[in-house]
Nanobody, 124 residues
Framework: QVQLVESGGGLVQAGGSLRLSCAAS????????MGWFRQAPGKEREFVAA????????YYADFVNGRFTISRDDAKNTVYLQMNSLKPEDTAVYYC?????????????????WGQGTQVTVSS
């Protein structure tokens, strides 16, 4: 059982930046593809970004448009989401997820574990 704990959310003004972190409990972290999803009030949870276990592949949702960067540090069992040029529509609870394939995560499938989420609020 892998436990995922997100941190780094908060309140930021439009145009600002935040870096989310997701720490995993297991050393097998390096064997998982990792991803970030978000869910705004009244909306379905949607894919944001994913990185393969080998870091050879990264995927982003179209709305990211170069503003976010996903990365991982296997030595620290941690995946990051650097978010720049934030917009009010980026306001959501952001969730970390672990799965077997970054491509599957992009399709919202093959998800083995979820984190509890961290709130990101972008004010206009």
């Amino acid at each position: 059982q892998v436990q995922l704990v997100e941190s780094g959310g908060g309140l930021v003004q439009a145009g600002g930046s935040l870096r989310l972190s997701c720490a995993a409990s297991e050393r097998t972290f390096s064997r998982y593809a990792m991803g970030w999803f978000r869910q705004a009030p009244g909306k379905e949870r949607e894919f944001v970004a994913a990185v393969s276990w080998s870091v050879r592949s990264t995927y982003y949702a179209d709305f990211v448009n170069g503003r976010f960067t996903i990365s991982r540090d296997d030595a620290k069992n941690t995946v990051y989401l650097q978010m720049n040029s934030l917009k009010p529509e980026d306001t959501a609870v952001y969730y970390c997820a672990a799965g077997t394939s970054a491509w599957d995560l992009k399709q919202k499938s093959g998800i083995d574990y979820w984190g509890q989420g961290t709130q990101v609020t972008v004010s206009s």
